[in-house]
């Protein structure tokens, strides 16, 4: 039983690049969460899905997308990097965000940089 | 608008003593109120949680209290011990227990334990 795993740890993006942030949790949980963390800021919610095939946008979803084929996998796109999505991205899940029990897992997060 | 502070922002404790961490929410339709820990280069970890019809809930060396009137709840370590030493986060769940509730995240406390 692995929980949440996220890929990669580290990456160096150019300021207009592209990439796919992976997110994968083995616990079959409905609901699934992006959040990006910065300095002094707590954690702002990006994405959400309470399901395959249904998303959500959060507070900060400008610039990312998302998609949610099967219950396992949940995978953070940036279109265009910027230097304002330098952060460190954590994945999260929970048995079903209707019982009460939220953000119950979190992944070991991906530091990003955008130059 | 929405908000969870925290105080304070770091915090040092000599081993063994108690820490205190305190939070206020803005939203007295917020209904559940989960606390992490996050140590260095590691994702978030629930470490306790509390409903809004409990008004105190303990797990071994850690409580949480919830005061719905002043809207303010607050984490006790007691007997700190060096592996206490990580940034603590509480946060608020607003709107119910729809798919669609927001979690609020607050800013963060580091906590540090002298020996």
């Known amino acids: ?115 | 608008g929405e908000n969870v502070e925290q105080h304070p922002s770091t915090l040092s404790v000599q081993e063994g003593d108690s820490a205190v961490i305190k939070c206020t929410y803005s939203d007295s339709a917020s209904n559940y109120f989960p606390w992490y820990k996050q140590e260095l280069g590691k994702g978030p970890q629930l470490i306790i949680d509390i409903r809004s019809n409990v008004g105190e809930k303990k797990d071994q060396r850690i409580a949480v209290t919830l005061n719905k009137t002043a809207k303010h709840f607050s984490l006790h370590i007691t007997e700190t011990q060096p592996e206490d030493s990580a940034v603590y986060f509480c946060a608020a769940r607003l709107g119910g227990y729809s798919s669609a509730s927001k979690i609020i995240f607050g800013s963060g406390t580091r906590l540090s334990i002298r020996p």
């Not at chain 1, 079959?28 to 919610?45: A, C, F, K, V």
């Not at chain 1, 952060?87 to 997060?109: I, K, P, W």
Request: aromatic share 10%; proline share 4%.
């Open chain 1, 1 to 115: 039983n692995a929980g949440v795993t996220q890929t990669p740890k580290f990456q160096v993006l150019k300021t207009g690049q592209s990439m796919t942030l992976q997110c994968a949790q083995d616990m079959n949980h409905e609901y699934m969460s992006w959040y990006r963390q910065d300095p002094g800021m707590g954690l702002r919610l990006i994405h959400y899905s309470v399901g395959a095939g249904i998303t959500d946008q959060g507070e900060v979803p400008n610039g990312y997308n998302v998609s949610r084929s099967t219950t396992e996998d949940f995978p953070l796109r940036l279109l265009s990097a910027a230097p304002s999505q330098t952060s460190v991205y954590f994945c999260a899940s929970s048995l079903s965000r209707t019982g009460g029990n939220t953000e119950a897992f979190f992944g070991q997060g991906t530091r990003l940089t955008v130059v």
